[in-house]
Structure formats: structure tokens, C-alpha cells
């Protein structure tokens, strides 16, 4: 059974940093992509940033130069530093495994920046 698992949200002031995890478990294949959501207060779900299994990256126009997605294959782990916190970076940070018969998403981790 696919599992992902966050971790790492809080409570931060604006300027401040988080690194989030998360951790796919019960995958016998090669992950070729996984991807940062958020979905803010009373906001729809939103694309923050996606990794490959190669290295590539994309990020959303509003998170460019402040974020920064990585991944460790041998711990099955991917990250999702937040650099420069703003107050509208506040929102539940999910992690997303995309595949061909659906999507996996992780439970989500809050992410709450303060000004």
C-alpha cells in the first residue's frame, strides 16, 4: 500500500525557514515525479513546486528563488525547503505521487508564517 507521510510544518515569522519531508513508502518502482501542493485558508489547492527522478525541477511564480525541492532516493524521501517565509505562504502543505491509474497524496502538514 502506497503511503506518504509529511512532516515538519509549524509556526514561523515571516523571513523565517521550514524544511518539510516527506517519506513514500510501499513503492516497488522507480518514482519519476513527485510534487509540493498547498492549499491555502478558504483557497484552492495549488502547485508549489515538482520534482523528477532525474533531478528536474519546477516551481510556482510565487515560491521561484525562495523554495527549493530535493529528494534522497536511498531514504525514499522528499524535501521541500522554504526559505524567506511571507504570511501567504501560510497553508497545509501536501506531498503528491502522481501515477497512471490516480494520484497519491499524503495527509498534509501546516505551515502557519506570522508577520
Known amino acids: 500500500q502506497v503511503q506518504l507521510v509529511e512532516s515538519g510544518g509549524g509556526l514561523v515569522q515571516a523571513g523565517g525557514s521550514l524544511k518539510l519531508s516527506c517519506v513514500v513508502s510501499g513503492v516497488d518502482f522507480t518514482i519519476k515525479y513527485i510534487a509540493w501542493y498547498r492549499q491555502p485558508p478558504g483557497k484552492e489547492r495549488e502547485l508549489v513546486a515538482g520534482?523528477?527522478?532525474?533531478?528536474?525541477?519546477n516551481y510556482a511564480d510565487s515560491v521561484k528563488g525562495r523554495f527549493i525541492v530535493s529528494m534522497d532516493n536511498a531514504k525514499n524521501t522528499w524535501y521541500l525547503q522554504m526559505n524567506n517565509l511571507k504570511p501567504e505562504d501560510t497553508a497545509v502543505y501536501y506531498c503528491n505521487f502522481p501515477t497512471g491509474p490516480g494520484d497519491y497524496w499524503g495527509q498534509g502538514t501546516h505551515v502557519t508564517v506570522s508577520s
Open positions: 520534482i523528477s527522478g532525474r533531478g528536474t525541477t
